[in-house]
């Protein structure tokens, strides 16, 4: 039918594209997790990365960090971004500071904080002493009660302002007479959030969880560059585990394993989030 | 095989078909940026000697090294000659990626047994070091004399090291910070020769048992993480590296600390009137001392484009004499190190520690064996676990590791 | 009524105390570490590291700002991060604003396995993808130039861009095209006329995030990037850092100078980011 094909056609080139790059990659990436060092196919990459505790290890801290930081991401870039939809002397240039966060190179971004929350140098026990919040200097990124919460921050911190954008462009579409019409039947502010502004970015909110979601799965640099994963893997997730047996203790096939078997996951958790989550469009008829 | 057989394949039948890319008489070089001006020099005195053959720069750095390398070497498409650290050897080694070197080391002899050890697998060389050091005690000399120690006759047991430690630990000065955090390799490099001093070892000799709860490494372990127990090393151990160890030095904070001389600069630079000394790592009673040897080598890619003209450049950069010019420590070579650069009397301590370097054990899971010895000394610092049952549950995942 | 003037009618005193005092709030958590960093950047070495820590330096210096402009890579890195991060977004842009809209306004066969496909690609660990990338560049001959990295990060940034726009386009209603198909528009020229126009917003917050993803994006540039005529500003901050020394008032400056550009160039795009253009657009 003609509607079919014309929507197939937009979307092909991004599919070629994507194609052309991907599938190469995860068929060498299933090969190499199938063969041992010498060639020969075996199972065993898969039983060496799943034995180890430290494997299930990572894989919790990796929801609990994840997870974390997901729910205050989106909340706090909710908020922001409704704050900055709202008019106000200086908003663009908030709006601008707003995005710091997210441009500053990660790794700067990290060794700053990381340098900030140092037991020793850092200048958030000194001020917290100084102003007699806390008794005596706190190890931040030491203790086992801390250091997750910590990480959680610096990562909220981060990647807040990128949903704050996206959730900003997306009130810009919300017609300014519909909440007018709430004006006149009474509504107050919070009321006009939850009943209007809330349900209209809802596409967009969803799509930003799953874009937080897909990134925070993969993503390194922050708890490498502060913690490597320590103390005692205390901090280890799947991603930076992945890199290690890559990179630096020379297990190939086992990254590989452990690549495909996160991939799964991942793919699952990803396939039943878009099926679960309706999407409401309006079709070209 | 089969594996760069599939990748090859695809690589091949276009490179057949193309003209390749680097020209016969180019060596492409891939040097750290710390020593780019001196790579340079050396590129360039070699030209002059041997104009058919053109010396590539090309600059790496500390950030990312480690991926920059394997990927360029399980493609089957990196440069020629390429700077590692010696912990790498054994694993590019072992998979095949880097070729022996037998035929291009020359005066063998003339290089330290131990970094000779650590660079050979099955027999054969893999790569050709240059540079080695070793770490040893640097102390703040005000603090050193102040605590009423005397510069000339430095601790040279465990408990000497410990009472001139608890001497120093005055006023918010930590008298001997220790690493507890940061890249597991710091750890390592600083604890695992005490093992050694003491007797015990991390695996046995054949690499099939794991002894790393044997009572000689435990008492080791012990005897490094009691620093921080008997509050000798700073609060914040657990986070800091050598690196953050050298900035609570320079900040006054610590009156000493393990580390290499490649400190010594930075700490001039940073705070020109801190007086430092040095002495040689203290050793338990009717022992001798021992240490590791970090440092950097040669390797030449499986895959090289122009082996034969690296290989000759590698001859000349290894002259005694280049050697000497191009290392940032201590050269590899004993020959070297009669060189005047060598000679300052700080440095003494360190060039001391060279006779007693070991070699790392040679076995395929080192970097994970290395990381569960880590985590157990993180595991007893942060108090979950007394030095005992840390490494009786270290020694249960490196068994199952040597196991695998 | 305009939305300024029914903004402005409301809630007086009591919502503007609020939204100035969130305003501030937002401003001091966003701009806390990077003050720090600020700091740093006009600091001398003795004074970065010292114990206990000081906000304002005592010899400010303009030394590490030298450094970075005039003594290092960082000035031709800012080119090439510029052509690379540009040119990406430009790709990955066009594709997106096709296959979104071929997402959010048909329905075909398999569209929900296509959607699924277009994320996979963002599942695979760096780790797993990276070698094979880089033999598919190396035979296609595209190591250490523009298009390599160029193809990469349009790779990298593609999917989400693709999801997100997606969202964006149905958020427009579908009413507004409806009555372009039925006065005879075509397709595209209802996508570029109508739909785009309207989705500015959401096409600028995708912009933003191709552009800032590729600007700051490290491990895929080392390893396909291995001459300097290529290379980009992230690695220029890596070589601020031997192997046990890093030059921190030279980091913080660079990041400066590699922070500061993006931020204002968002400050220009503002004027996109403007809202209400549907409203009252489909009353009867």
Same mark, same amino acid.
């Given at each position: 039918?003609?509607?079919?094909?014309?929507?197939?056609?937009?979307?092909?080139?991004?599919?070629?594209?994507?194609?052309?790059?991907?599938?190469?990659?995860?068929? &060498?990436?299933?090969?190499?997790?199938?063969?041992?060092?010498?060639?020969?196919?075996?199972?065993?990459?898969?039983?060496?990365?799943?034995?180890?505790?430290?494997?299930?290890?990572?894989?919790?801290?990796?929801?609990?960090?994840?997870?974390?930081?997901?729910?205050?991401?989106?909340?706090?870039?909710?908020?922001?971004?409704?704050?900055?939809?709202?008019?106000?002397?200086?908003?663009?240039?908030?709006?601008?500071?707003?995005?710091?966060?997210?441009?500053?190179?990660?790794?700067?971004?990290?060794?700053?904080?990381?340098?900030?929350?140092?037991?020793?140098?850092?200048?958030?026990? &000194?001020?917290?002493?100084?102003?007699?919040?806390?008794?005596?200097?706190?190890?931040?990124?030491?203790?086992?009660?801390?250091?997750?919460?910590?990480?959680?921050?610096?990562?909220?911190?981060?990647?807040?302002?990128?949903?704050?954008?996206?959730?900003?462009?997306?009130?810009?579409?919300?017609?300014?007479?519909?909440?007018?019409?709430?004006?006149?039947?009474?509504?107050?502010?919070?009321?006009?959030?939850?009943?209007?502004?809330?349900?209209?970015?809802?596409?967009?909110?969803?799509?930003?969880?799953?874009?937080?979601?897909?990134?925070?799965?993969?993503?390194?640099?922050?708890? &490498?560059?502060?913690?490597?994963?320590?103390?005692?893997?205390?901090?280890?997730?799947?991603?930076?585990?992945?890199?290690?047996?890559?990179?630096?203790?020379?297990?190939?096939?086992?990254?590989?394993?452990?690549?495909?078997?996160?991939?799964?996951?991942?793919?699952?958790?990803?396939?039943?989030?878009?099926?679960?989550?309706?999407?409401?469009?309006?079709?070209?008829? | 095989?089969?594996?760069?057989?599939?990748?090859?394949?695809?690589?091949?039948?276009?490179?057949?078909?193309?003209?390749?890319?680097?020209?016969?008489?180019?060596?492409?070089?891939?040097?750290? /940026?710390?020593?780019?001006?001196?790579?340079?020099?050396?590129?360039?005195?070699?030209?002059?000697?041997?104009?058919?053959?053109?010396?590539?720069?090309?600059?790496?750095?500390? @950030?990312?090294?480690?991926?920059?390398?394997?990927?360029?070497?399980?493609?089957?498409?990196?440069?020629?000659?390429?700077?590692?650290?010696?912990?790498?050897?054994?694993?590019?080694?072992?998979?095949?990626?880097?070729?022996?070197?037998?035929?291009?080391?020359?005066?063998?002899?003339?290089?330290?047994?131990?970094?000779? !050890?650590?660079?050979?697998?099955?027999?054969?060389?893999?790569?050709?070091?240059?540079?080695?050091?070793?770490?040893?005690?640097?102390?703040?000399?005000?603090?050193?004399?102040?605590?009423?120690?005397?510069?000339?006759?430095?601790?040279?047991?465990?408990?000497?090291?410990?009472?001139? #430690?608890?001497?120093?630990?005055?006023?918010?000065?930590?008298?001997?910070?220790?690493?507890?955090?940061?890249?597991?390799?710091?750890?390592?490099?600083?604890?695992?020769?005490?093992?050694?001093?003491?007797?015990?070892?991390?695996?046995?000799?054949?690499?099939?048992?794991?002894?790393?709860?044997?009572?000689?490494?435990?008492?080791?372990?012990?005897?490094?993480?009691?620093?921080? !127990?008997?509050?000798? #090393?700073?609060? #914040?151990?657990?986070? /800091?590296?050598?690196?953050?160890?050298?900035?609570?030095?320079?900040?006054?904070?610590?009156?000493?600390?393990?580390?290499?001389?490649?400190?010594?600069?930075?700490?001039? *630079?940073?705070?020109?009137?801190?007086?430092?000394?040095?002495?040689?790592?203290?050793?338990? !009673?009717?022992?001798?001392? !021992?240490?590791?040897?970090?440092?950097?080598?040669?390797?030449?890619?499986?895959?090289? *484009?122009?082996?034969?003209?690296?290989?000759?450049?590698? *001859?000349?950069? @290894?002259?005694?004499?280049?050697?000497?010019?191009?290392?940032?420590?201590?050269?590899?070579?004993?020959?070297?190190?009669?060189?005047?650069?060598?000679?300052?009397?700080?440095?003494?301590?360190?060039?001391?520690?060279?006779?007693?370097?070991?070699?790392?054990? @040679?076995?395929?899971?080192?970097?994970?064996?290395? *990381?569960?010895?880590?985590?157990?000394?993180?595991?007893?610092?942060?108090?979950?676990?007394?030095?005992?049952?840390?490494?009786?549950?270290?020694?249960?995942?490196?068994?199952?590791?040597?196991?695998? | 009524?305009?939305?300024?003037?029914?903004?402005?009618?409301?809630?007086?005193?009591?919502?503007?105390?609020?939204?100035?005092?969130?305003?501030?709030?937002?401003?001091?958590?966003?701009?806390?570490?990077?003050?720090?960093?600020?700091?740093?950047?006009?600091?001398?070495?003795?004074?970065?590291?010292?114990?206990?820590?000081?906000?304002?330096?005592?010899?400010?210096?303009?030394?590490?700002?030298?450094?970075?402009?005039?003594?290092?890579?960082?000035?031709?890195?800012?080119?090439?991060?510029?052509?690379?991060?540009?040119?990406?977004?430009?790709?990955?842009?066009?594709? =997106?604003?096709?296959?979104?809209?071929?997402?959010?306004?048909?329905?075909?066969?398999?569209?929900?396995?296509?959607?699924?496909?277009?994320?996979?690609?963002?599942?695979?660990?760096?780790?797993?993808?990276?070698?094979?990338?880089?033999?598919?560049?190396?035979?296609?001959?595209?190591?250490?130039?523009?298009?390599?990295?160029?193809?990469?990060?349009?790779?990298?940034?593609?999917?989400?861009?693709?999801?997100?726009?997606?969202?964006?386009?149905?958020?427009?209603?579908?009413?507004?095209?409806?009555?372009?198909?039925?006065?005879?528009?075509?397709?595209?020229?209802?996508?570029?006329?109508?739909?785009?126009?309207?989705?500015?917003?959401?096409?600028?917050?995708?912009?933003?995030?191709?552009?800032?993803?590729?600007?700051?994006?490290?491990?895929?540039?080392?390893?396909?990037?291995?001459?300097?005529?290529?290379?980009?500003?992230?690695?220029?901050?890596?070589?601020?850092?031997?192997?046990?020394?890093?030059?921190?008032?030279?980091?913080? =400056?660079?990041?400066?100078?590699?922070?500061?550009?993006?931020?204002?160039?968002?400050?220009?795009?503002?004027?996109?980011?403007?809202?209400?253009?549907?409203?009252?657009?489909?009353?009867?």
């Amino acid at each position: 039918m003609n509607r079919s094909s014309t929507g197939l056609m937009f979307i092909l080139p991004a599919i070629a594209v994507l194609l052309m790059l991907i599938a190469y990659p995860i068929v &060498y990436t299933v090969y190499l997790s199938l063969i041992d060092a010498h060639g020969a196919l075996t199972g065993k990459n898969y039983a060496n990365v799943l034995k180890p505790y430290v494997t299930r290890q990572a894989f919790g801290n990796l929801l609990y960090y994840v997870g974390g930081s997901i729910v205050f991401q989106v909340l706090f870039g909710t908020l922001a971004a409704i704050l900055l939809n709202q008019k106000f002397w200086g908003r663009s240039a908030v709006r601008s500071i707003t995005l710091i966060p997210w441009v500053v190179p990660g790794i700067v971004a990290a060794t700053t904080w990381a340098w900030m929350f140092h037991t020793e140098f850092g200048i958030i026990n &000194y001020m917290l002493t100084g102003a007699h919040i806390i008794p005596g200097p706190v190890g931040w990124l030491t203790n086992k009660d801390t250091v997750m919460p910590v990480l959680i921050a610096i990562n909220v911190w981060k990647l807040f302002p990128f949903v704050a954008i996206m959730v900003l462009a997306g009130l810009q579409a919300i017609p300014a007479d519909l909440y007018e019409a709430a004006k006149v039947d009474g509504a107050n502010f919070w009321e006009e959030v939850w009943y209007i502004t809330l349900p209209l970015v809802r596409p967009v909110l969803v799509a930003v969880t799953l874009l937080l979601l897909i990134w925070g799965l993969n993503a390194i640099t922050l708890i &490498y560059a502060i913690t490597q994963g320590g103390p005692a893997n205390l901090s280890l997730i799947t991603p930076i585990q992945i890199y290690q047996l890559a990179f630096t203790s020379f297990q190939f096939n086992e990254a590989a394993a452990l690549s495909v078997l996160f991939f799964i996951v991942a793919a699952i958790v990803v396939a039943v989030y878009v099926k679960v989550i309706p999407s409401n469009t309006a079709v070209a008829r | 095989m089969k594996l760069k057989a599939l990748a090859g394949g695809l690589a091949v039948s276009t490179l057949i078909l193309l003209p390749s890319l680097a020209v016969a008489g180019d060596v492409v070089w891939w040097t750290p /940026n710390w020593s780019q001006a001196r790579a340079q020099k050396l590129a360039d005195d070699f030209h002059k000697a041997n104009p058919d053959i053109n010396i590539k720069l090309q600059i790496t750095t500390s @950030n990312g090294l480690p991926q920059q390398v394997m990927t360029a070497l399980q493609s089957g498409s990196g440069p020629d000659i390429i700077e590692v650290q010696h912990g790498w050897v054994q694993g590019y080694a072992q998979n095949d990626l880097v070729q022996p070197l037998d035929d291009t080391i020359q005066e063998k002899d003339d290089y330290n047994k131990a970094v000779i !050890a650590e660079d050979t697998y099955d027999g054969k060389l893999y790569a050709i070091p240059y540079r080695i050091e070793c770490t040893a005690l640097l102390y703040n000399l005000d603090d050193y004399t102040k605590a009423g120690l005397d510069p000339a006759n430095p601790p040279q047991t465990w408990d000497d090291w410990v009472a001139a #430690s608890k001497k120093m630990t005055a006023g918010g000065v930590y008298g001997m910070a220790i690493t507890g955090g940061g890249e597991f390799g710091n750890t390592i490099t600083r604890a695992l020769p005490l093992i050694w001093m003491n007797g015990g070892d991390i695996i046995s000799a054949d690499g099939k048992t794991a002894t790393i709860n044997k009572p000689e490494a435990v008492a080791a372990i012990k005897f490094y993480t009691d620093f921080y !127990a008997q509050k000798l #090393s700073p609060d #914040s151990t657990l986070q /800091n590296d050598g690196v953050a160890n050298r900035q609570l030095f320079i900040a006054g904070k610590v009156a000493s600390y393990l580390t290499g001389q490649y400190d010594i600069a930075p700490i001039a *630079q940073a705070a020109p009137t801190l007086k430092v000394g040095a002495f040689m790592t203290p050793h338990p !009673a009717g022992k001798t001392t !021992a240490g590791i040897l970090n440092g950097w080598s040669y390797v030449i890619p499986k895959d090289a *484009q122009n082996p034969t003209d690296a290989k000759k450049f590698l *001859q000349f950069l @290894n002259t005694s004499d280049n050697m000497g010019y191009f290392t940032d420590t201590f050269p590899a070579r004993v020959s070297s190190l009669k060189l005047p650069r060598f000679q300052d009397p700080l440095l003494k301590p360190f060039a001391g520690m060279l006779p007693f370097g070991r070699p790392t054990p @040679n076995t395929p899971h080192w970097v994970q064996i290395s *990381q569960a010895m880590f985590n157990g000394i993180q595991r007893i610092l942060s108090g979950q676990q007394d030095p005992q049952a840390a490494m009786d549950q270290a020694n249960d995942e490196i068994q199952a590791l040597l196991d695998s | 009524m305009s939305e300024d003037a029914r903004l402005a009618g409301e809630g007086g005193v009591g919502s503007r105390v609020t939204i100035a005092i969130s305003a501030i709030v937002l401003v001091l958590v966003c701009l806390f570490p990077f003050a720090w960093m600020a700091l740093s950047s006009i600091k001398k070495l003795p004074e970065l590291f010292t114990v206990p820590p000081h906000w304002l330096p005592n010899e400010p210096t303009l030394g590490n700002y030298w450094t970075v402009l005039f003594n290092s890579n960082i000035p031709r890195y800012f080119l090439n991060s510029c052509i690379i991060s540009g040119g990406a977004t430009l790709v990955a842009l066009v594709l =997106a604003v096709f296959a979104s809209y071929g997402f959010a306004r048909f329905n075909f066969r398999g569209k929900a396995w296509l959607q699924t496909f277009v994320l996979v690609g963002q599942l695979l660990p760096t780790a797993a993808i990276i070698v094979p990338l880089f033999i598919t560049l190396r035979w296609l001959h595209l190591i250490n130039t523009y298009w390599g990295l160029i193809l990469i990060y349009t790779i990298i940034t593609l999917p989400l861009s693709v999801w997100m726009l997606t969202s964006y386009f149905r958020g427009i209603p579908y009413e507004l095209e409806e009555a372009a198909t039925i006065d005879g528009a075509s397709r595209l020229g209802i996508l570029f006329r109508i739909t785009l126009p309207l989705a500015m917003p959401g096409v600028v917050a995708v912009v933003v995030y191709s552009f800032v993803t590729c600007w700051n994006e490290f491990v895929f540039a080392l390893v396909f990037a291995q001459d300097q005529s290529v290379k980009t500003l992230p690695i220029g901050l890596a070589e601020f850092s031997t192997e046990f020394n890093t030059d921190w008032g030279g980091v913080m =400056a660079a990041s400066m100078v590699m922070t500061v550009p993006v931020a204002l160039l968002f400050l220009v795009f503002q004027r996109l980011f403007v809202g209400g253009l549907t409203a009252g657009a489909t009353k009867g």
